[in-house]
């Protein structure tokens, strides 16, 4: 037992290291990944030694790789292939060989004096030429540019190096035997991928379609995981036993399934598996860096740090301009993708172990793709003032796009701005135009905006996170706000905006998790609709009427719960409301008076205005000092700037907004 609690030792202190070090990464707004990196450089067995470089440890970690490659081919389909051909064959897989070409004919033209050759320049430049998909992919989500034209065109380049994997995991290992017998080794190698890929491209697709719906009509959720582990593995351990790499195995297990109608659940079953494995993968990376060698060559690794991110910069930035991207959209894919990658160290660990590349180059190139990867998200963060500063042309196309905006929103009044075009943004704009409210969306998907456009919908495409877009839509004039999208870090980034420009107009925010609620409403947001309470709600009521329960006491009940969550609600649907004959001009609604310094009401309690003897109740006080919005009950004296959320008829409202601001 003693030696038992010894042995776990290390891999406690391991956990703790990386919980900690992701808490700080996820308060800083940093990808999870430099916080594994960090993780094993300060416990690794070349820095404090606090967990031992165990080999038992890597072969774990590889499991990562072998996740995230089989993630990859969930991914790979033809039909998206063929969406973004010119990005993924263009200029993809020109980076790649053009990173290649020179890294080779480096190590041609310096091969003599530093004991190097050409299979030492093909391994070096497969691994220069992969970029981080984890942490790139992850900023594009957190920032909306998924769908910007610089985002499609970065997760083109980053298919296209993941596709370059592939061939580079069957040629990289046999790099290190003998000149006289590497054609042959590389013959072979490519020979038993062909065949391999032919018996289980040929015949997998059935067979997995076919033995999935067997697991799957067994309705098991913990079959249906155990499944996938064993179809995983079992294609790793093929290809593995084929002289190949686990990670091509794991590879063709995605593609064969992403052919198949079980794709998404086998994606969602699979994802704590690959982030915790990945997460291990990158501590164990983080280990491999010799912190002593490093700093006897800090000038080196910083020399190579430099050159690795101005080579791709260039190159990068240099292609996407020869495919016809824009100079703002090309330097933001250059300035995303001038970092190494995670398969970088995948290749380079395995040339290493090869020995196609010797440590004395290893090591330092290493520190400077580690240290590229965590300068990323800081290059990222500053790419809009960077494009603006050296992109001439991108002040004219932000110009004409906030003109666009502006030339919409011009002769609208009163209008609600919804930020997302999406199913809950056309939703939004549905119901608002049956009504008679006029709106205007904002959105970053171009065909989307064309299509709503042509079809006579108020959408431009625009970026809601900028603040310049925000006053062409004319948010200084605006009757409320939408946020339909439910990333809450973009959500978050926007409201500041709106909060900014002004804070008086209602902004009503989306919340995917319960969690988010509270940020959303600090961030300034009047109204959240968490997504998890409405279908919660609609799947009770539906139940309960299908149980004998009364249609009224349904409603009842369902009115009871919302008055519960939604502030602004409270109050709203009781009484007259309830009459379907009633006339809408003796129907509550809600109002919203904004206090100017010299209005009566300023430095009175609300129990002073008496605002009950007129049939109205106060449902909140958003101020402006606060930043936040208050109950009537402890809004205390009203202050300049106050606005006052009344619930009642028109002429009661009409009466009440009188009393509050005549002066």
């Not at 198949?260 to 990158?282: A, H, M, N, S």
């Not at 998200?377 to 500063?389: E, H, I, K, N, Q």
């Not at 502006?406 to 608002?432: D, K, M, W």
């Amino acid at each position: 037992m003693h030696a038992v609690g010894i042995a776990l030792q290390p891999i406690v202190i391991l956990l703790a290291a990386a919980v900690l070090a992701v808490v700080a990464c996820r308060l800083l707004s940093l990808p999870p990944i430099i916080g594994y990196l960090a993780v094993g450089l300060a416990l690794g067995p070349r820095a404090l030694g606090a967990a031992p470089d165990d080999e038992q440890l890597r072969d774990l970690a590889e499991f990562g790789v072998v996740f995230l490659m089989f993630s990859i081919g969930l991914e790979f389909s033809l039909p998206k292939l063929r969406v973004m051909q010119r990005d993924v064959f263009g200029l993809g897989l020109a980076q790649v060989a053009i990173t290649i070409a020179a890294c080779v004919a480096l190590a041609l033209a310096v091969g003599g004096a530093a004991g190097v050759d050409w299979r030492t320049g093909l391994a070096l430049g497969g691994a220069v030429a992969m970029s981080s998909t984890a942490v790139v992919s992850k900023l594009l989500v957190e920032r909306m540019e998924l769908e910007s034209a610089h985002g499609r065109a970065i997760i083109g380049v980053l298919l296209a190096q993941d596709l370059a994997v592939v061939p580079l995991l069957i040629l990289v290992p046999v790099l290190g035997e003998p000149a006289a017998g590497i054609g042959l080794a590389i013959g072979v190698a490519l020979a038993k991928a062909a065949f391999v890929l032919a018996v289980l491209l040929l015949a997998g697709p059935r067979i997995m379609r076919a033995w999935f719906g067997v697991v799957a009509r067994r309705k098991s959720t913990e079959l249906f995981v155990l499944n996938v582990l064993l179809v995983v593995l079992t294609l790793a351990l093929v290809t593995g036993l084929a002289g190949l790499s686990l990670a091509l195995g794991a590879f063709l297990a995605g593609m064969l399934i992403s052919e198949t109608e079980y794709r998404y659940q086998v994606e969602e079953e699979i994802k704590p598996f690959r982030d915790v494995l990945l997460g291990v993968f990158f501590v164990t990376v983080g280990m491999l860096l010799d912190l002593r060698l490093v700093m006897e060559r800090f000038g080196l690794v910083l020399a190579l740090l430099a050159a690795l991110v101005a080579f791709k910069f260039a190159l990068i930035g240099v292609l996407a301009r020869l495919a016809g991207k824009p100079p703002g959209a090309a330097l933001r894919t250059a300035l995303a993708l001038a970092q190494g990658g995670e398969f970088g160290f995948v290749l380079l660990a395995q040339a290493n172990a090869a020995g196609a590349v010797p440590d004395a180059v290893a090591q330092p190139l290493l520190a400077a793709m580690i240290l590229s990867m965590m300068a990323t998200p800081f290059l990222v963060g500053a790419s809009d003032r960077l494009v603006l500063r050296f992109a001439q042309s991108e002040w004219m196309q932000r110009s004409l796009e906030l003109h666009r905006v502006a030339v919409q929103s011009l002769e609208t009044e009163r209008h609600v701005i919804i930020l997302g075009y999406g199913r809950n943004g056309q939703h939004v704009a549905r119901l608002l135009d049956a009504e008679g409210v006029r709106y205007m969306a904002l959105d970053l998907d171009p065909e989307r905006v064309r299509e709503a456009a042509l079809a006579g919908d108020t959408v431009v495409f625009a970026d809601c996170a900028r603040r310049e877009a925000l006053l062409a839509a004319g948010v200084m004039r605006a009757a409320a706000v939408v946020v339909t999208f439910a990333e809450s870090a973009g959500a978050v980034r926007v409201l500041a905006h709106i909060q900014a420009l002004n804070p008086t107009v209602p902004v009503i925010a989306r919340a995917r998790e319960d969690a988010d609620i509270a940020r959303l409403s600090a961030a300034g947001a009047s109204e959240i609709v968490p997504e998890a309470l409405e279908s919660g709600l609609m799947l009770a009521s539906h139940t309960l009427m299908w149980v004998g329960v009364p249609l009224n006491r349904v409603v009842r009940r369902v009115r009871a719960v919302r008055d519960e969550q939604y502030g602004l609600l409270r109050g709203l649907f009781h009484g007259a409301t309830d009459e379907a004959d009633h006339a809408d001009a003796a129907q509550p609604r809600l109002h919203a008076v904004t206090l100017p310094a010299g209005a009566e009401a300023v430095g009175r309690a609300l129990d002073e205005l008496a605002l009950d003897e007129l049939a109205v109740q106060v449902r909140s006080v958003r101020r402006q000092a606060a930043g936040r919005r208050l109950g009537a009950g402890e809004a205390g004296p009203l202050q300049a700037g106050d606005v006052v959320v009344m619930l009642g008829i028109p002429e009661a409202l009409a009466a009440a907004e009188a009393r509050l601001l005549r002066g």
